[in-house]
């Protein structure tokens, strides 16, 4: 099943936790502090593998997640980081924030690697902490907090050559002519449902990727019929086969319609280069009417006379000069600009600002790095409670709470945490 648009949800791994620790041996029992470092919690990465070309493997599993650090140990020893998490995809993906819609990143080249959730760093041990005013600290540091997030996966198939046309119009037989792919073949449209790729050997050092994109109908760029789902694949393409059904009524129209669908899905798909066949030639009616067809081509559709042939994907006439010729067109077109992929999640905002709300139950105090402070705090210490005093009034929060009227005995929703505020 070719599957090209997929939701995961990613995690990364969490910090390990530091440790309060002193060390204790024989002939020295007022040893110092040495509770060591949390371990660096896994990234979640996502990486192009060549030997894949849908998002099939995702089907059975949307849920990723890094490894976790390791908390800290006596002796000052750091616990073990956890491993990165590795998703593989095809050539083409791009990847989207689902809840934003931002694009992250366009990952067209092969290991090509965009990280999409950050590990948490490891807590500090309370050794980090020892001071000439304070060389017995009995506070640590948990790890921080995991980046859980939401991707969307759109596939966009990267071929040198694509081939357009109504439905039945021959474009899967050509494509079994030129290449290994096997493809469903039927005489009743829309046999084709999802994008075919194959590779054609021009010779022994020429080859080209070529897809049958799935025939086109009237409104396919409002998602009538196959639609958008497949208008995609066509912007990867650089070159473009239009075939037309010479067994229907009016090529001519064909060719305008299915123009007229590109441009309304994106107006530089009208742009790519086009080499436009005639199918079904060996019939004596098509070749009948193929001197005022191509009259009409030229005239009508502005196509220039080296770019329309006449072939029949049956028999094989006139199929290897339309290749030859696509690959010409190809080499005169320049490379697609790529999307710069983002190397990391950046977050827009700045992680030291906070809101404070007050409800009925208390006051809540939201913010990225105050949210992530009281995760990282030991509750139970209460050196470790000092040092989160100490960090409401860094960022301003102590005084903002006083002067939105926080009373004593008042409750404080921090994140998951339900304080007690006291003067």
Known sequence: ???????????????????????????????????GDGGR??????EVSQILNTLS????????QAENGNNGAKSNMTGRSGQDLVINVPPGTLIFDKKSGELLG???????????AVGGRGGRGNARFANSRDQAPRHAEKGEPAQSRELRLELKLIADIGIVGVPNAGKSTLLSIYTNAKPKI????????????????????????IADIPGLIEGAHEGVGLGFDFLRHIQRTRVLIHLLDGANPDPIID??????ELALFDENLINKPQVVALNKIDLPEVRDRWPEIQKMLKKRGKVAPENLFAISAITGEGIQELLWRAYQRLAETPPLEQIQSVPVYR?????????????????????????????????EEDASIRRFQRILQTLGIDEALRKAGV?????????DFELEWSD
């Open 1 to 35: 099943m070719f599957i090209d648009q997929v939701d995961i949800k990613v995690k990364s791994g969490a910090g390990g936790n530091g440790v309060i620790h002193f060390r204790r041996e024989k002939f020295e029992p007022r040893g110092g502090p040495d509770g």
């Open 41 to 46: 919690g896994g990234d979640v990465i996502i």
């Open 57 to 64: 493997s995702f089907r059975h599993q949307s849920n990723y």
């Open 106 to 116: 366009d990952l067209t080249q092969p290991d090509q690697r965009l990280i999409v």
């Open 186 to 209: 039927a005489p009743y449209p829309f046999t084709t449902i999802e994008p075919n790729l194959g590779v054609a050997d021009l010779d022994s050092e020429t080859s080209l990727v």
């Open 255 to 260: 060719f305008a319609q299915i123009n007229t």
């Open 347 to 379: 977050l827009e905002t700045d992680p030291n600002h906070f809101l404070i709300r007050q409800d009925a139950d208390g006051w809540h105090v939201k913010g990225v790095a105050i949210e992530r402070a009281a995760q990282m705090t030991y509750w």
């Open 407 to 415: 009373e004593e005995g008042d409750t404080v929703f921090i994140g």
